[in-house]
């Protein structure tokens, strides 16, 4: 399996600020699917660079974001994976944000969103290490079986 971790930060892409969500995120993967060929990167909050990003794993089974989901006036992840995606998933950011609910009110401003081209999923995460943690809560389970449905193996 090859899943691909893109923070979208503009501090963490300047320099100012350490890229704390996507370490996390690598981590709880690993943990999560053993052996999988997990890539990570990091870009600013930028709708080109985003796209840019997602479209360099194309080819990854999953590519899941953290960062840029919020309502702040940069936040366009959710608008960048949207327009990436042929396919929308909603089940899956609807179940990231009921399972976040539980641990904080402040997950209601989560635009996330989760799609998929082609046979790659791509989930949006908030950028924080506690939400990455929960969304992992939600996806590790689900890794292995969305993999084999996407690409029409029996499942």
Do not use: Q
């Amino acid at each position: 399996m090859v899943i691909a971790v893109v923070t979208v930060s503009d501090r963490a892409a300047a320099g100012v600020y350490e890229d704390r969500s996507g370490p996390e995120l690598e981590r709880l993967l690993r943990e999560a699917a053993p052996g999988a060929d997990i890539r990570r990167e990091l870009v600013p909050d930028e709708r080109h660079r985003i796209l840019e990003a997602l479209e360099r794993h194309v080819d990854a089974d999953w590519i899941v974001t953290t960062g840029g989901t919020g309502p702040a006036p940069r936040d366009v992840t959710p608008e960048a994976t949207a327009a990436f995606c042929d396919r929308e998933l909603p089940g899956i950011a609807e179940a990231i944000r009921a399972k976040s609910l539980l641990e904080t009110p402040n997950a209601v401003f989560s635009r996330g969103y989760s799609g998929l081209r082609g046979a790659t999923y791509v989930v949006n995460l908030p950028g924080s290490t506690a939400a990455v943690r929960t969304g992992i809560e939600v996806l590790g389970p689900i890794l292995e079986h969305g993999r084999k449905m996407a690409r029409g193996e029996p499942h």
